[in-house]
């Protein structure tokens, strides 16, 4: 009759890698909605055409690692690394600085170390990291939001994508990087003075934040990770810029809510840091690495050269990941308070 | 009201109990063969007192145990000793084994049994003696001889009797229907516990998914001793863990590699409850237990009393086995039970579920895909483990950090396998991992002995040398002092030395 002698358990739960990449995937769906809103559909075609590059790659990689590619396609991880490689590069790049950064991504930051659950780096910021550094000029070429200017078209942003040199958008500087450039103003007086600052942090971002934001907690909700990180870096990096914060003299590091609802703060708390491969594992690692993410955002904003700190921050902190992990072992049942 | 506690982890997989209807209780037709396994137990196996040929009773001793970690074995029913050979037994490893086998008669004439009316008259320590000789062994799954939970122990007391009715397994039912059926028998086997050790607080456990078990439980228990505590809490694999429920119920940990006694409890199942009373109040001995049959291979699943040795091939056949439809048996539950290499294999003292799904129902695991540390794993370990660490570690063969990150406290629930989204078997992992470092184990014992050994017998050829060496020194120095002894004179110059003297008077003489 043939039967099965496998192991226990026989049962296995719904849960699989494609469901948890699905579900990652998914739940950028409304900050990449609400940042095509604001910039136009830049962002989309990146994400498009990132995820093809990708998928491209993990399948040219497997068939040299001499694995079935077909698996490691279907499990959407590839795509999740382009999609949030993509959604972190300014909407109008040209077409090689998304093929450059996402084959920096899957090469350098993931096969080169033994592919999906062995690289000790978040890929995307692999990816982003060399970009930034570059082609820092690209890089920090962001578009103005609605509101601010015109919302660029489907056509231009074809035009932008595979003949920058033709491409003529407005870009303008992001609330971060007026508060970078312009540290002898008075807090009142930049916020004031300059449109692109909105309601609650900057215009546009601050929705694009909250939009990114919901994703997050929707993850949470679906428990495709813990709170611990995200929880841990969005209060140090209150704290921090509430420590930081005097009120608004010239030397002042910014306020709280700019420094929670601009740039890729939300994002990367809920979608980058949560990273499980190259973040600590236990929750109380996972509590550390968070806020110390948290804290060095801030202080690479506040003092460092770049406007936004977000990739550079988990980088240092996916170096410490192993470290934080052989101090936080979780106290095992019955085995008292010895940790 | 006693506080319930929560664990840390547990999952919450389909309970499919409704399946094989608890509280129904079937008896499979007689069965043309029973075959006892001499090991049906932790510890020593039993050594057969019968011989081929020989006619049996029912209760009849076949095997008595072997030192006092071991349990007898006796005959379920009226028959006669066809065999004492080995035979496959309920192992993850088709293991064969030294069993009896019984040819039943069909007459069921049983020994006369001789019960205790009351049992406060007796010593506990005998009353110890009647559950060993009864051959009762843990029949929640692990099978450790009950009577060495029950000894006294220096410097340990026992303070709390729990009785464990969680059966947090999916699919078993077989405490379900025991509480169903006897809780008045369970209730009397655990005042029965108490007694023997000594413990002034029985607490019965069951999970809140058996209402009705529990009702029959507190009613009985209320009829008989309004002070025994039945408890209701919410159901989470694997609060049936020993040590899990121990925590439920008493917020008390067991220490890592201690037992429930160390912290003042007595942990037993409900049909070892049952068993106790059957052999303390009339005498019985343990020779059959209820079983859940259960899987959607089965057109009539239930629980049936079975006799102990009955193969499992003939209980199938009474619950309608569709065997086309069957892709692997398991022995106990789907989350920690073994699968079997075949059905000729009878029930023991610790089968509480024969499990026959179909392919639709347990799918063959999938290839397991990369680990991708997302850590549902530790969220789900009950024992607080960092189960993607214990794989790393296992997989680098790395024995060092497997023990310093405590893999000896998993207590192999399979949770962390259950949850994990690259479907890695994790708790294979652990198992071989353990089975490496009992191996290193033995091995350093034993060559910490032959190298005692070595070291003792080059010390003592060198003694014995050495011993050489001084008794010969010693002969030559008595042969010397006997040579000397004689006033220190050489005798062939005293013999000269006199010859000449002798010549020296003669010629003075001429």
């Known amino acids: 009759m043939g039967l099965l002698t496998v192991t226990s358990p026989h049962a296995h739960g719904p849960q699989s890698v494609t469901r948890v990449m699905r579900a990652v995937l998914l739940a950028t769906l409304p900050g990449v909605a609400v940042m095509t809103y604001f910039f136009g559909p830049g962002t989309l075609l990146n994400i498009i055409a990132g995820g093809l590059v990708a998928l491209a790659l993990e399948g040219l990689v497997m068939r040299l690692r001499q694995r079935q590619a077909g698996p490691y396609l279907r499990d959407y991880s590839v795509l999740v690394t382009s999609t949030l490689l993509c959604i972190a590069l300014p909407a109008y790049t040209p077409w090689w600085i998304v093929a450059v950064g996402v084959a920096s991504s899957v090469l350098l930051g993931k096969h080169v170390f033994g592919g999906l659950g062995y690289n000790p780096f978040n890929p995307a910021m692999v990816g982003y990291v060399v970009l930034l550094i570059s082609f820092p000029v690209q890089m920090s070429a962001w578009p103005a939001p609605r509101g601010l200017a015109e919302v660029p078209s489907l056509g231009d942003s074809f035009v932008a994508f595979f003949q920058a040199n033709q491409y003529d958008g407005i870009t303008m500087a992001t609330p971060l990087d007026l508060l970078r450039q312009n540290q002898g103003e008075l807090m009142s007086e930049l916020t004031s003075s300059r449109a692109q600052f909105g309601a609650l942090a900057g215009v546009g971002w601050e929705w694009i934040n909250i939009a990114f934001l919901a994703g997050g907690l929707w993850l949470l909700y679906q428990r495709i990770f813990t709170w611990h990180a995200p929880v841990a870096m969005l209060a140090a990096l209150t704290l921090s810029a509430l420590l930081g914060y005097d009120g608004g003299s010239s030397t002042s590091g910014g306020p709280v809510m700019v420094h929670l609802l601009s740039g890729a703060t939300i994002f990367g708390a809920f979608f980058i840091i949560t990273d499980p491969v190259s973040s600590a594992v236990s929750n109380r690692g996972r509590l550390i690495f968070g806020a110390a993410i948290g804290v060095l955002v801030y202080l690479i904003r506040a003092f460092g050269n770049y406007p936004d700190a977000l990739a550079f921050a988990v980088l240092i902190m996916n170096f410490a990941a192993p470290f934080i992990d052989h101090y936080t072992q979780p106290r095992v049942y019955g085995q008292g308070d010895k940790r | ?510």
């Not at chain 2, 076949?62 to 006092?68: D, L, V």
């Not at chain 2, 209980?315 to 073994?338: C, T």
């Not at chain 2, 026959?356 to 680990?371: D, G």
Request: glycine share 8%.
């Open chain 2, 1 to 510: 009201m006693r506080k319930i506690h929560d664990i840390h982890g547990g999952i919450h997989p389909p309970e499919r109990k409704a399946l094989s209807r608890p509280g129904e209780l079937q008896t499979p037709p007689m069965p043309g063969r029973l075959v006892l396994p001499l090991s049906q137990h932790i510890g020593k196996p039993a050594q057969p007192v019968v011989a081929v040929g020989d006619q049996v009773l029912g209760g009849q001793l076949i095997a008595e145990a072997e030192g006092p970690v071991s349990v007898p074995v006796h005959a379920p029913t009226s028959g006669t000793i066809t065999a004492v050979d080995r035979f496959a037994i309920p192992h993850a490893s088709g293991l064969e084994d030294c069993c009896v086998e019984i040819a039943p008669d069909g007459t069921d004439r049983w020994v006369e049994l001789n019960g205790i009316d009351d049992y406060r008259a007796f010593e506990p320590s005998e009353l110890v003696s009647l559950a060993r000789n009864a051959g009762i062994a843990g029949m929640g799954g692990a099978g450790f001889p009950t009577a060495v939970k029950l000894m006294a122990r220096e410097g340990r007391s026992i303070d709390t009797v729990i009785i464990n009715g969680t059966e947090c397994e999916p699919y078993i039912t077989a405490d379900d229907t025991i509480m169903q059926c006897q809780p008045r028998e369970i209730v009397l086997g655990a005042q029965m516990l108490a007694y023997i050790v000594g413990a002034e607080h029985i607490v019965i456990g069951v999970e809140d998914n058996k209402p009705t078990a529990f009702a029959a439980m507190r009613d009985a228990a209320s009829g008989i001793d309004n002070r025994i505590e039945v408890v209701s809490f919410p159901t989470k694999y694997p609060s049936g863990g020993e040590k899990q429920l121990i925590e439920i119920l008493t917020g008390k940990q067991v220490p890592s590699g201690g037992l429930p006694s160390d912290i003042g409890i007595l942990c037993n199942n409900p049909g070892t409850a049952v068993a106790i009373y059957e052999a303390i109040a009339n005498g019985r001995p343990l020779t059959r237990r209820i079983v859940t049959l259960t899987g959607e291979a089965l057109q009539n699943p239930g629980n049936f009393e079975a006799m102990l040795g009955t193969p499992i091939s003939h209980l199938l056949d009474a619950a309608g086995y569709r065997a086309e439809q069957n892709n692997r048996l398991i022995h106990g539950g789907p989350m920690m039970g073994f699968a079997l290499h075949s059905a000729d294999i009878p029930i023991i003292k610790t089968t509480n579920c024969i499990l026959a799904p179909t392919e639709q129902e347990l799918p063959t695991p999938a290839p397991a895909q990369p680990c991708i540390r997302c850590g549902m794993c530790a969220e789900a370990c009950p024992a607080e483990l960092l189960p993607q660490q214990l794989y790393w570690f296992a997989r680098a063969k790395d024995n060092d950090s497997l023990e310093q990150h405590n893999l000896f406290d998993c207590i192999e629930c399979g949770a962390c396998s259950w949850v994990c989204p690259s479907q890695i078997p994790l708790v294979q992992y652990y198992r071989a991992g353990k089975a490496a470092i009992n191996e290193a184990r033995q091995e350093k014992v034993r060559s910490d002995r032959s190298r005692a050994r070595f070291e003792a017998r080059q010390e003592r050829v060198e003694r014995e040398a050495a011993e050489r060496e001084a008794k010969r020194a010693q002969r030559k120095a008595a042969a010397q002092r006997k040579a000397e002894g004689s006033d220190g004179e050489d005798p062939v110059k005293a013999a000269i030395a006199r010859a000449k003297a002798r010549k020296q008077a003669e010629e003075s003489t001429e």
